[in-house]
T-cell receptor
């Protein structure tokens, strides 16, 4: 199956700093990418949807100025957590799909990034 | 948005067939039904996807009745390694295939 790679797999940062997470589709063109956040023992929560070359669409309650998303190419999307605080500590997961295939094209997920803010 | 409802947890034993049923009463005409598996601290892994009737692949089968308001994931002869959370999702066709996760079903396979 298609491969989506996230980097880094885990990161520890100091409160107030910014952290960038990369999501790459390795063997297909990802016209649409999704970013999720997952807290322990909870389900995935969709944060935003990004289309290549367009501004991301954020879900209600997600601060767009805090979680900066860039989808500049068909194989790369980045999520930057700005001015991170301990409550931003979570498991961040990206998903990518080639929307040109229509509704039947499955989405593939990265392995996730564990962010710990100290 | 098409909301999904599935059992929070299920228990099974090795070698048994496991069927997890999900309801999605508000599914739209062009939406697909898709199932994912997730292990702790990993991203979800695609299992199977379908639109109607029955779909089968090397790991599972998906049964979808004519009204498409529910679906059943069937895992044949589960093993201990199938212990995971299973998510039933509706891929929203009009929103680029967006996937909204419900609470999932935590499957525990015992020896």
């Amino acid at each position: 199956g298609a491969v989506v790679s996230q980097h880094p797999s885990w990161v520890i940062c100091k409160s107030g700093t910014s952290v960038k997470i990369e999501c790459r589709s390795l063997d297909f063109q990802a016209t649409t990418m999704f970013w999720y956040r997952q807290f322990p023992k909870q389900s995935l929560m969709l944060m935003a949807t990004s289309n290549e070359g367009s501004k991301a669409t954020y879900e209600q309650g997600v601060e767009k100025d805090k979680f900066l998303i860039n989808h500049a190419s068909l194989t790369l999307s980045t999520l930057t957590v700005t001015s991170a605080h301990p409550e931003d500590s979570s498991f961040y997961i990206c998903s990518a799909r080639d929307a040109r295939g229509g509704g039947g094209t499955e989405a593939f997920f990265g392995q996730g990034t564990r962010l710990t803010v100290v | 948005l098409a909301k999904t409802t599935q059992p929070i947890s299920m228990d099974s034993y090795e070698g048994q067939e496991v069927n997890i049923t999900c309801s999605h009463n508000n599914i739209a005409t062009n939406d697909y039904i898709t199932w994912y598996q997730q292990f702790p601290s990993q991203g979800p892994r695609f299992i199977i996807q379908g639109y109607k009737t029955k779909v089968t692949n090397e790991v599972a089968s998906l049964f979808i009745p004519a009204d498409r308001k529910s679906s059943t994931l069937s895992l044949p002869r589960v093993s201990l390694s199938d212990t995971a959370v299973y998510y039933c999702l509706v891929a929203l066709y009009n929103q680029g295939g967006k996937l909204i996760f419900g609470q999932g079903t935590e499957l525990s396979v015992k020896p």
